[in-house]
């Protein structure tokens, strides 16, 4: 598998998605399969395919953030960066929902710190989608903050477009968050 270099992470050109480790709703997730995930897991990283990808609201109810946890349960005692290290190893992913609850930069830190809590680390913390305007430099600023505060090794979005890409960019570059 090819890998690309972003500064303090190196990923590989595949990823896998979690989002149905916990989704009862749509994808009939029932915790008796927790051993076949488990087993496929342990299948990509021996592969190469070593970034996964959930989000804290992957698994919701009672199985509230259950990918997060799984993927903490599955990962301890791989290695995490700094690169290079010797394989097997693991790049954890996660994407904080802009929750109607979440609107404060210390909202987004708070929402970073219970996925360290569930995951064991994040090596790279996203903004799942773009939330409401009058949030987004809040939650901006939120994502920043993980970064300087070393709870996460880089930052990314998800679900922006060409527009908002460049316009966050520009927002993180000026405080020196790659």
Request: aromatic share 10%; glycine share 10%.
């Amino acid at each position: 598998v090819a890998r690309l270099r972003l500064r303090a992470l190196e990923l590989p050109e595949l990823a896998v998605g979690t989002w149905a480790w916990g989704n009862r709703l749509l994808w009939q997730y029932d915790p008796k399969n927790d051993g076949e995930l488990r087993r496929a897991f342990e299948l990509c990283v021996s592969r190469g395919a070593f970034l996964f990808d959930t989000g804290d609201t992957y698994g919701t109810g009672d199985l509230d953030c259950r990918s997060e946890k799984l993927l903490g349960e599955f990962s301890k005692g791989l290695p995490s960066p700094p690169w290079p290290l010797p394989s097997p190893r693991c790049v954890l992913a996660t994407k904080w929902a802009p929750q109607p609850w979440r609107l404060t930069r210390e909202s987004l830190v708070e929402a970073c710190r219970a996925s360290i809590e569930r995951m064991g680390r994040v090596d790279l913390g996203q903004l799942h989608w773009p939330p409401a305007f009058f949030q987004e430099a809040q939650l901006l600023d939120g994502l920043g903050d993980v970064y300087e505060q070393g709870l996460v090794r880089g930052v990314g979005l998800s679900n922006y477009g060409p527009v908002g890409l460049r316009r966050v960019a520009e927002r993180l570059k000026s405080r020196g968050v790659p």
